[in-house]
């Protein structure tokens, strides 16, 4: 996980500063000066959202294989059950399973996101318009994907659940990008399916309303811009969101903790 996260802040470094670099040798075109782009703001904006993604997906990894093997894994291995008996209980074992993946996670997407922070402000002196509110949307995305990875663990295996883990983590990316492309063709049945399934699986619409809070303050064209690029997705969750995210994990840890107590070691 080190290097693979080494390997992606080097990459996102150097292409940071070649792009930034592009933007301060090249003259804007003819059409971005007329529309008044900001190209700077635009390439600032269009690399840390892409920044974000990656970020999100290094901490889904992380959450992914801290969780897999909690319960059936663990069983399997003879490792759960004199756990169980005493002094831990089956309740408290998944909580502070939860709380410590949780924590790891939070704590290793908010150091990749103020590395990528710190590199876009240096490649070329721009920086989001919001800086805790995406990254606090990042850190909450890899809690709720531990908690289902969690609940995932008390059913299936340690390979089969990474494995729906990550089939759950790809159906949130395409449910936004099905909204993206419901927006362009104005359609909404494609929008009102993306819209149900970002709150269905709310990581995709904390990280959809992380993108909003980094140009939150961006106006005009280049904030029409931004939409239309690979910056797109940008979805405005509203002020339920967080509620629903800590009520979605009191229900998938409900729902784990009923399970597991059912379940024969």
Do not use: H
């Amino acid at each position: 996980m080190l290097v693979l996260t080494a390997a992606f802040v080097g990459l996102y470094w150097l292409g940071a500063n070649q792009a930034f670099d592009t933007v301060d040798e090249a003259q804007p075109p003819r059409e971005a000066i007329l529309a008044g782009i900001d190209t700077r703001t635009l390439t600032g904006a269009t690399l840390f959202g892409l920044s974000m993604f990656g970020t999100l997906f290094l901490g889904a990894v992380l959450a992914a294989f801290l969780t897999l093997g909690v319960v059936r894994g663990d069983a399997e291995r003879g490792l759960l059950q004199p756990l169980v008996v005493r002094p831990v209980g089956r309740g408290v074992l998944l909580l502070g399973r939860f709380a410590a993946a949780a924590a790891v996670c939070a704590v290793y997407v908010l150091a990749v996101f103020g590395a990528n922070l710190w590199i876009t402000w240096s490649a070329g002196g721009w920086r989001p318009d919001r800086i805790a509110e995406p990254a606090l949307q990042l850190a909450g995305a890899v809690c709720v994907i531990a908690a289902l990875s969690l609940l995932g663990s008390v059913f299936l295996s340690s390979t089969a659940n990474g494995i729906a883990v990550f089939m759950v983590f790809g159906a949130g990316l395409v449910a936004g990008l099905l909204g993206q492309i419901g927006e362009v063709l104005d359609s909404d049945t494609l929008t009102r399916v993306a819209e149900i399934s970002s709150w269905v699986l709310p990581f995709e619409a904390l990280y959809q309303d992380g993108l909003v809070a980094i140009t939150a303050d961006t106006t005009g064209f280049t904030e029409f811009a931004l939409q239309l690029g690979p910056f797109g997705g940008a979805q405005a969750a509203g002020p339920f969101l967080w509620p629903w995210t800590l009520a979605y994990l009191a229900l998938v840890g409900g729902g784990a903790y009923a399970a597991f107590a059912r379940k024969d070691l």
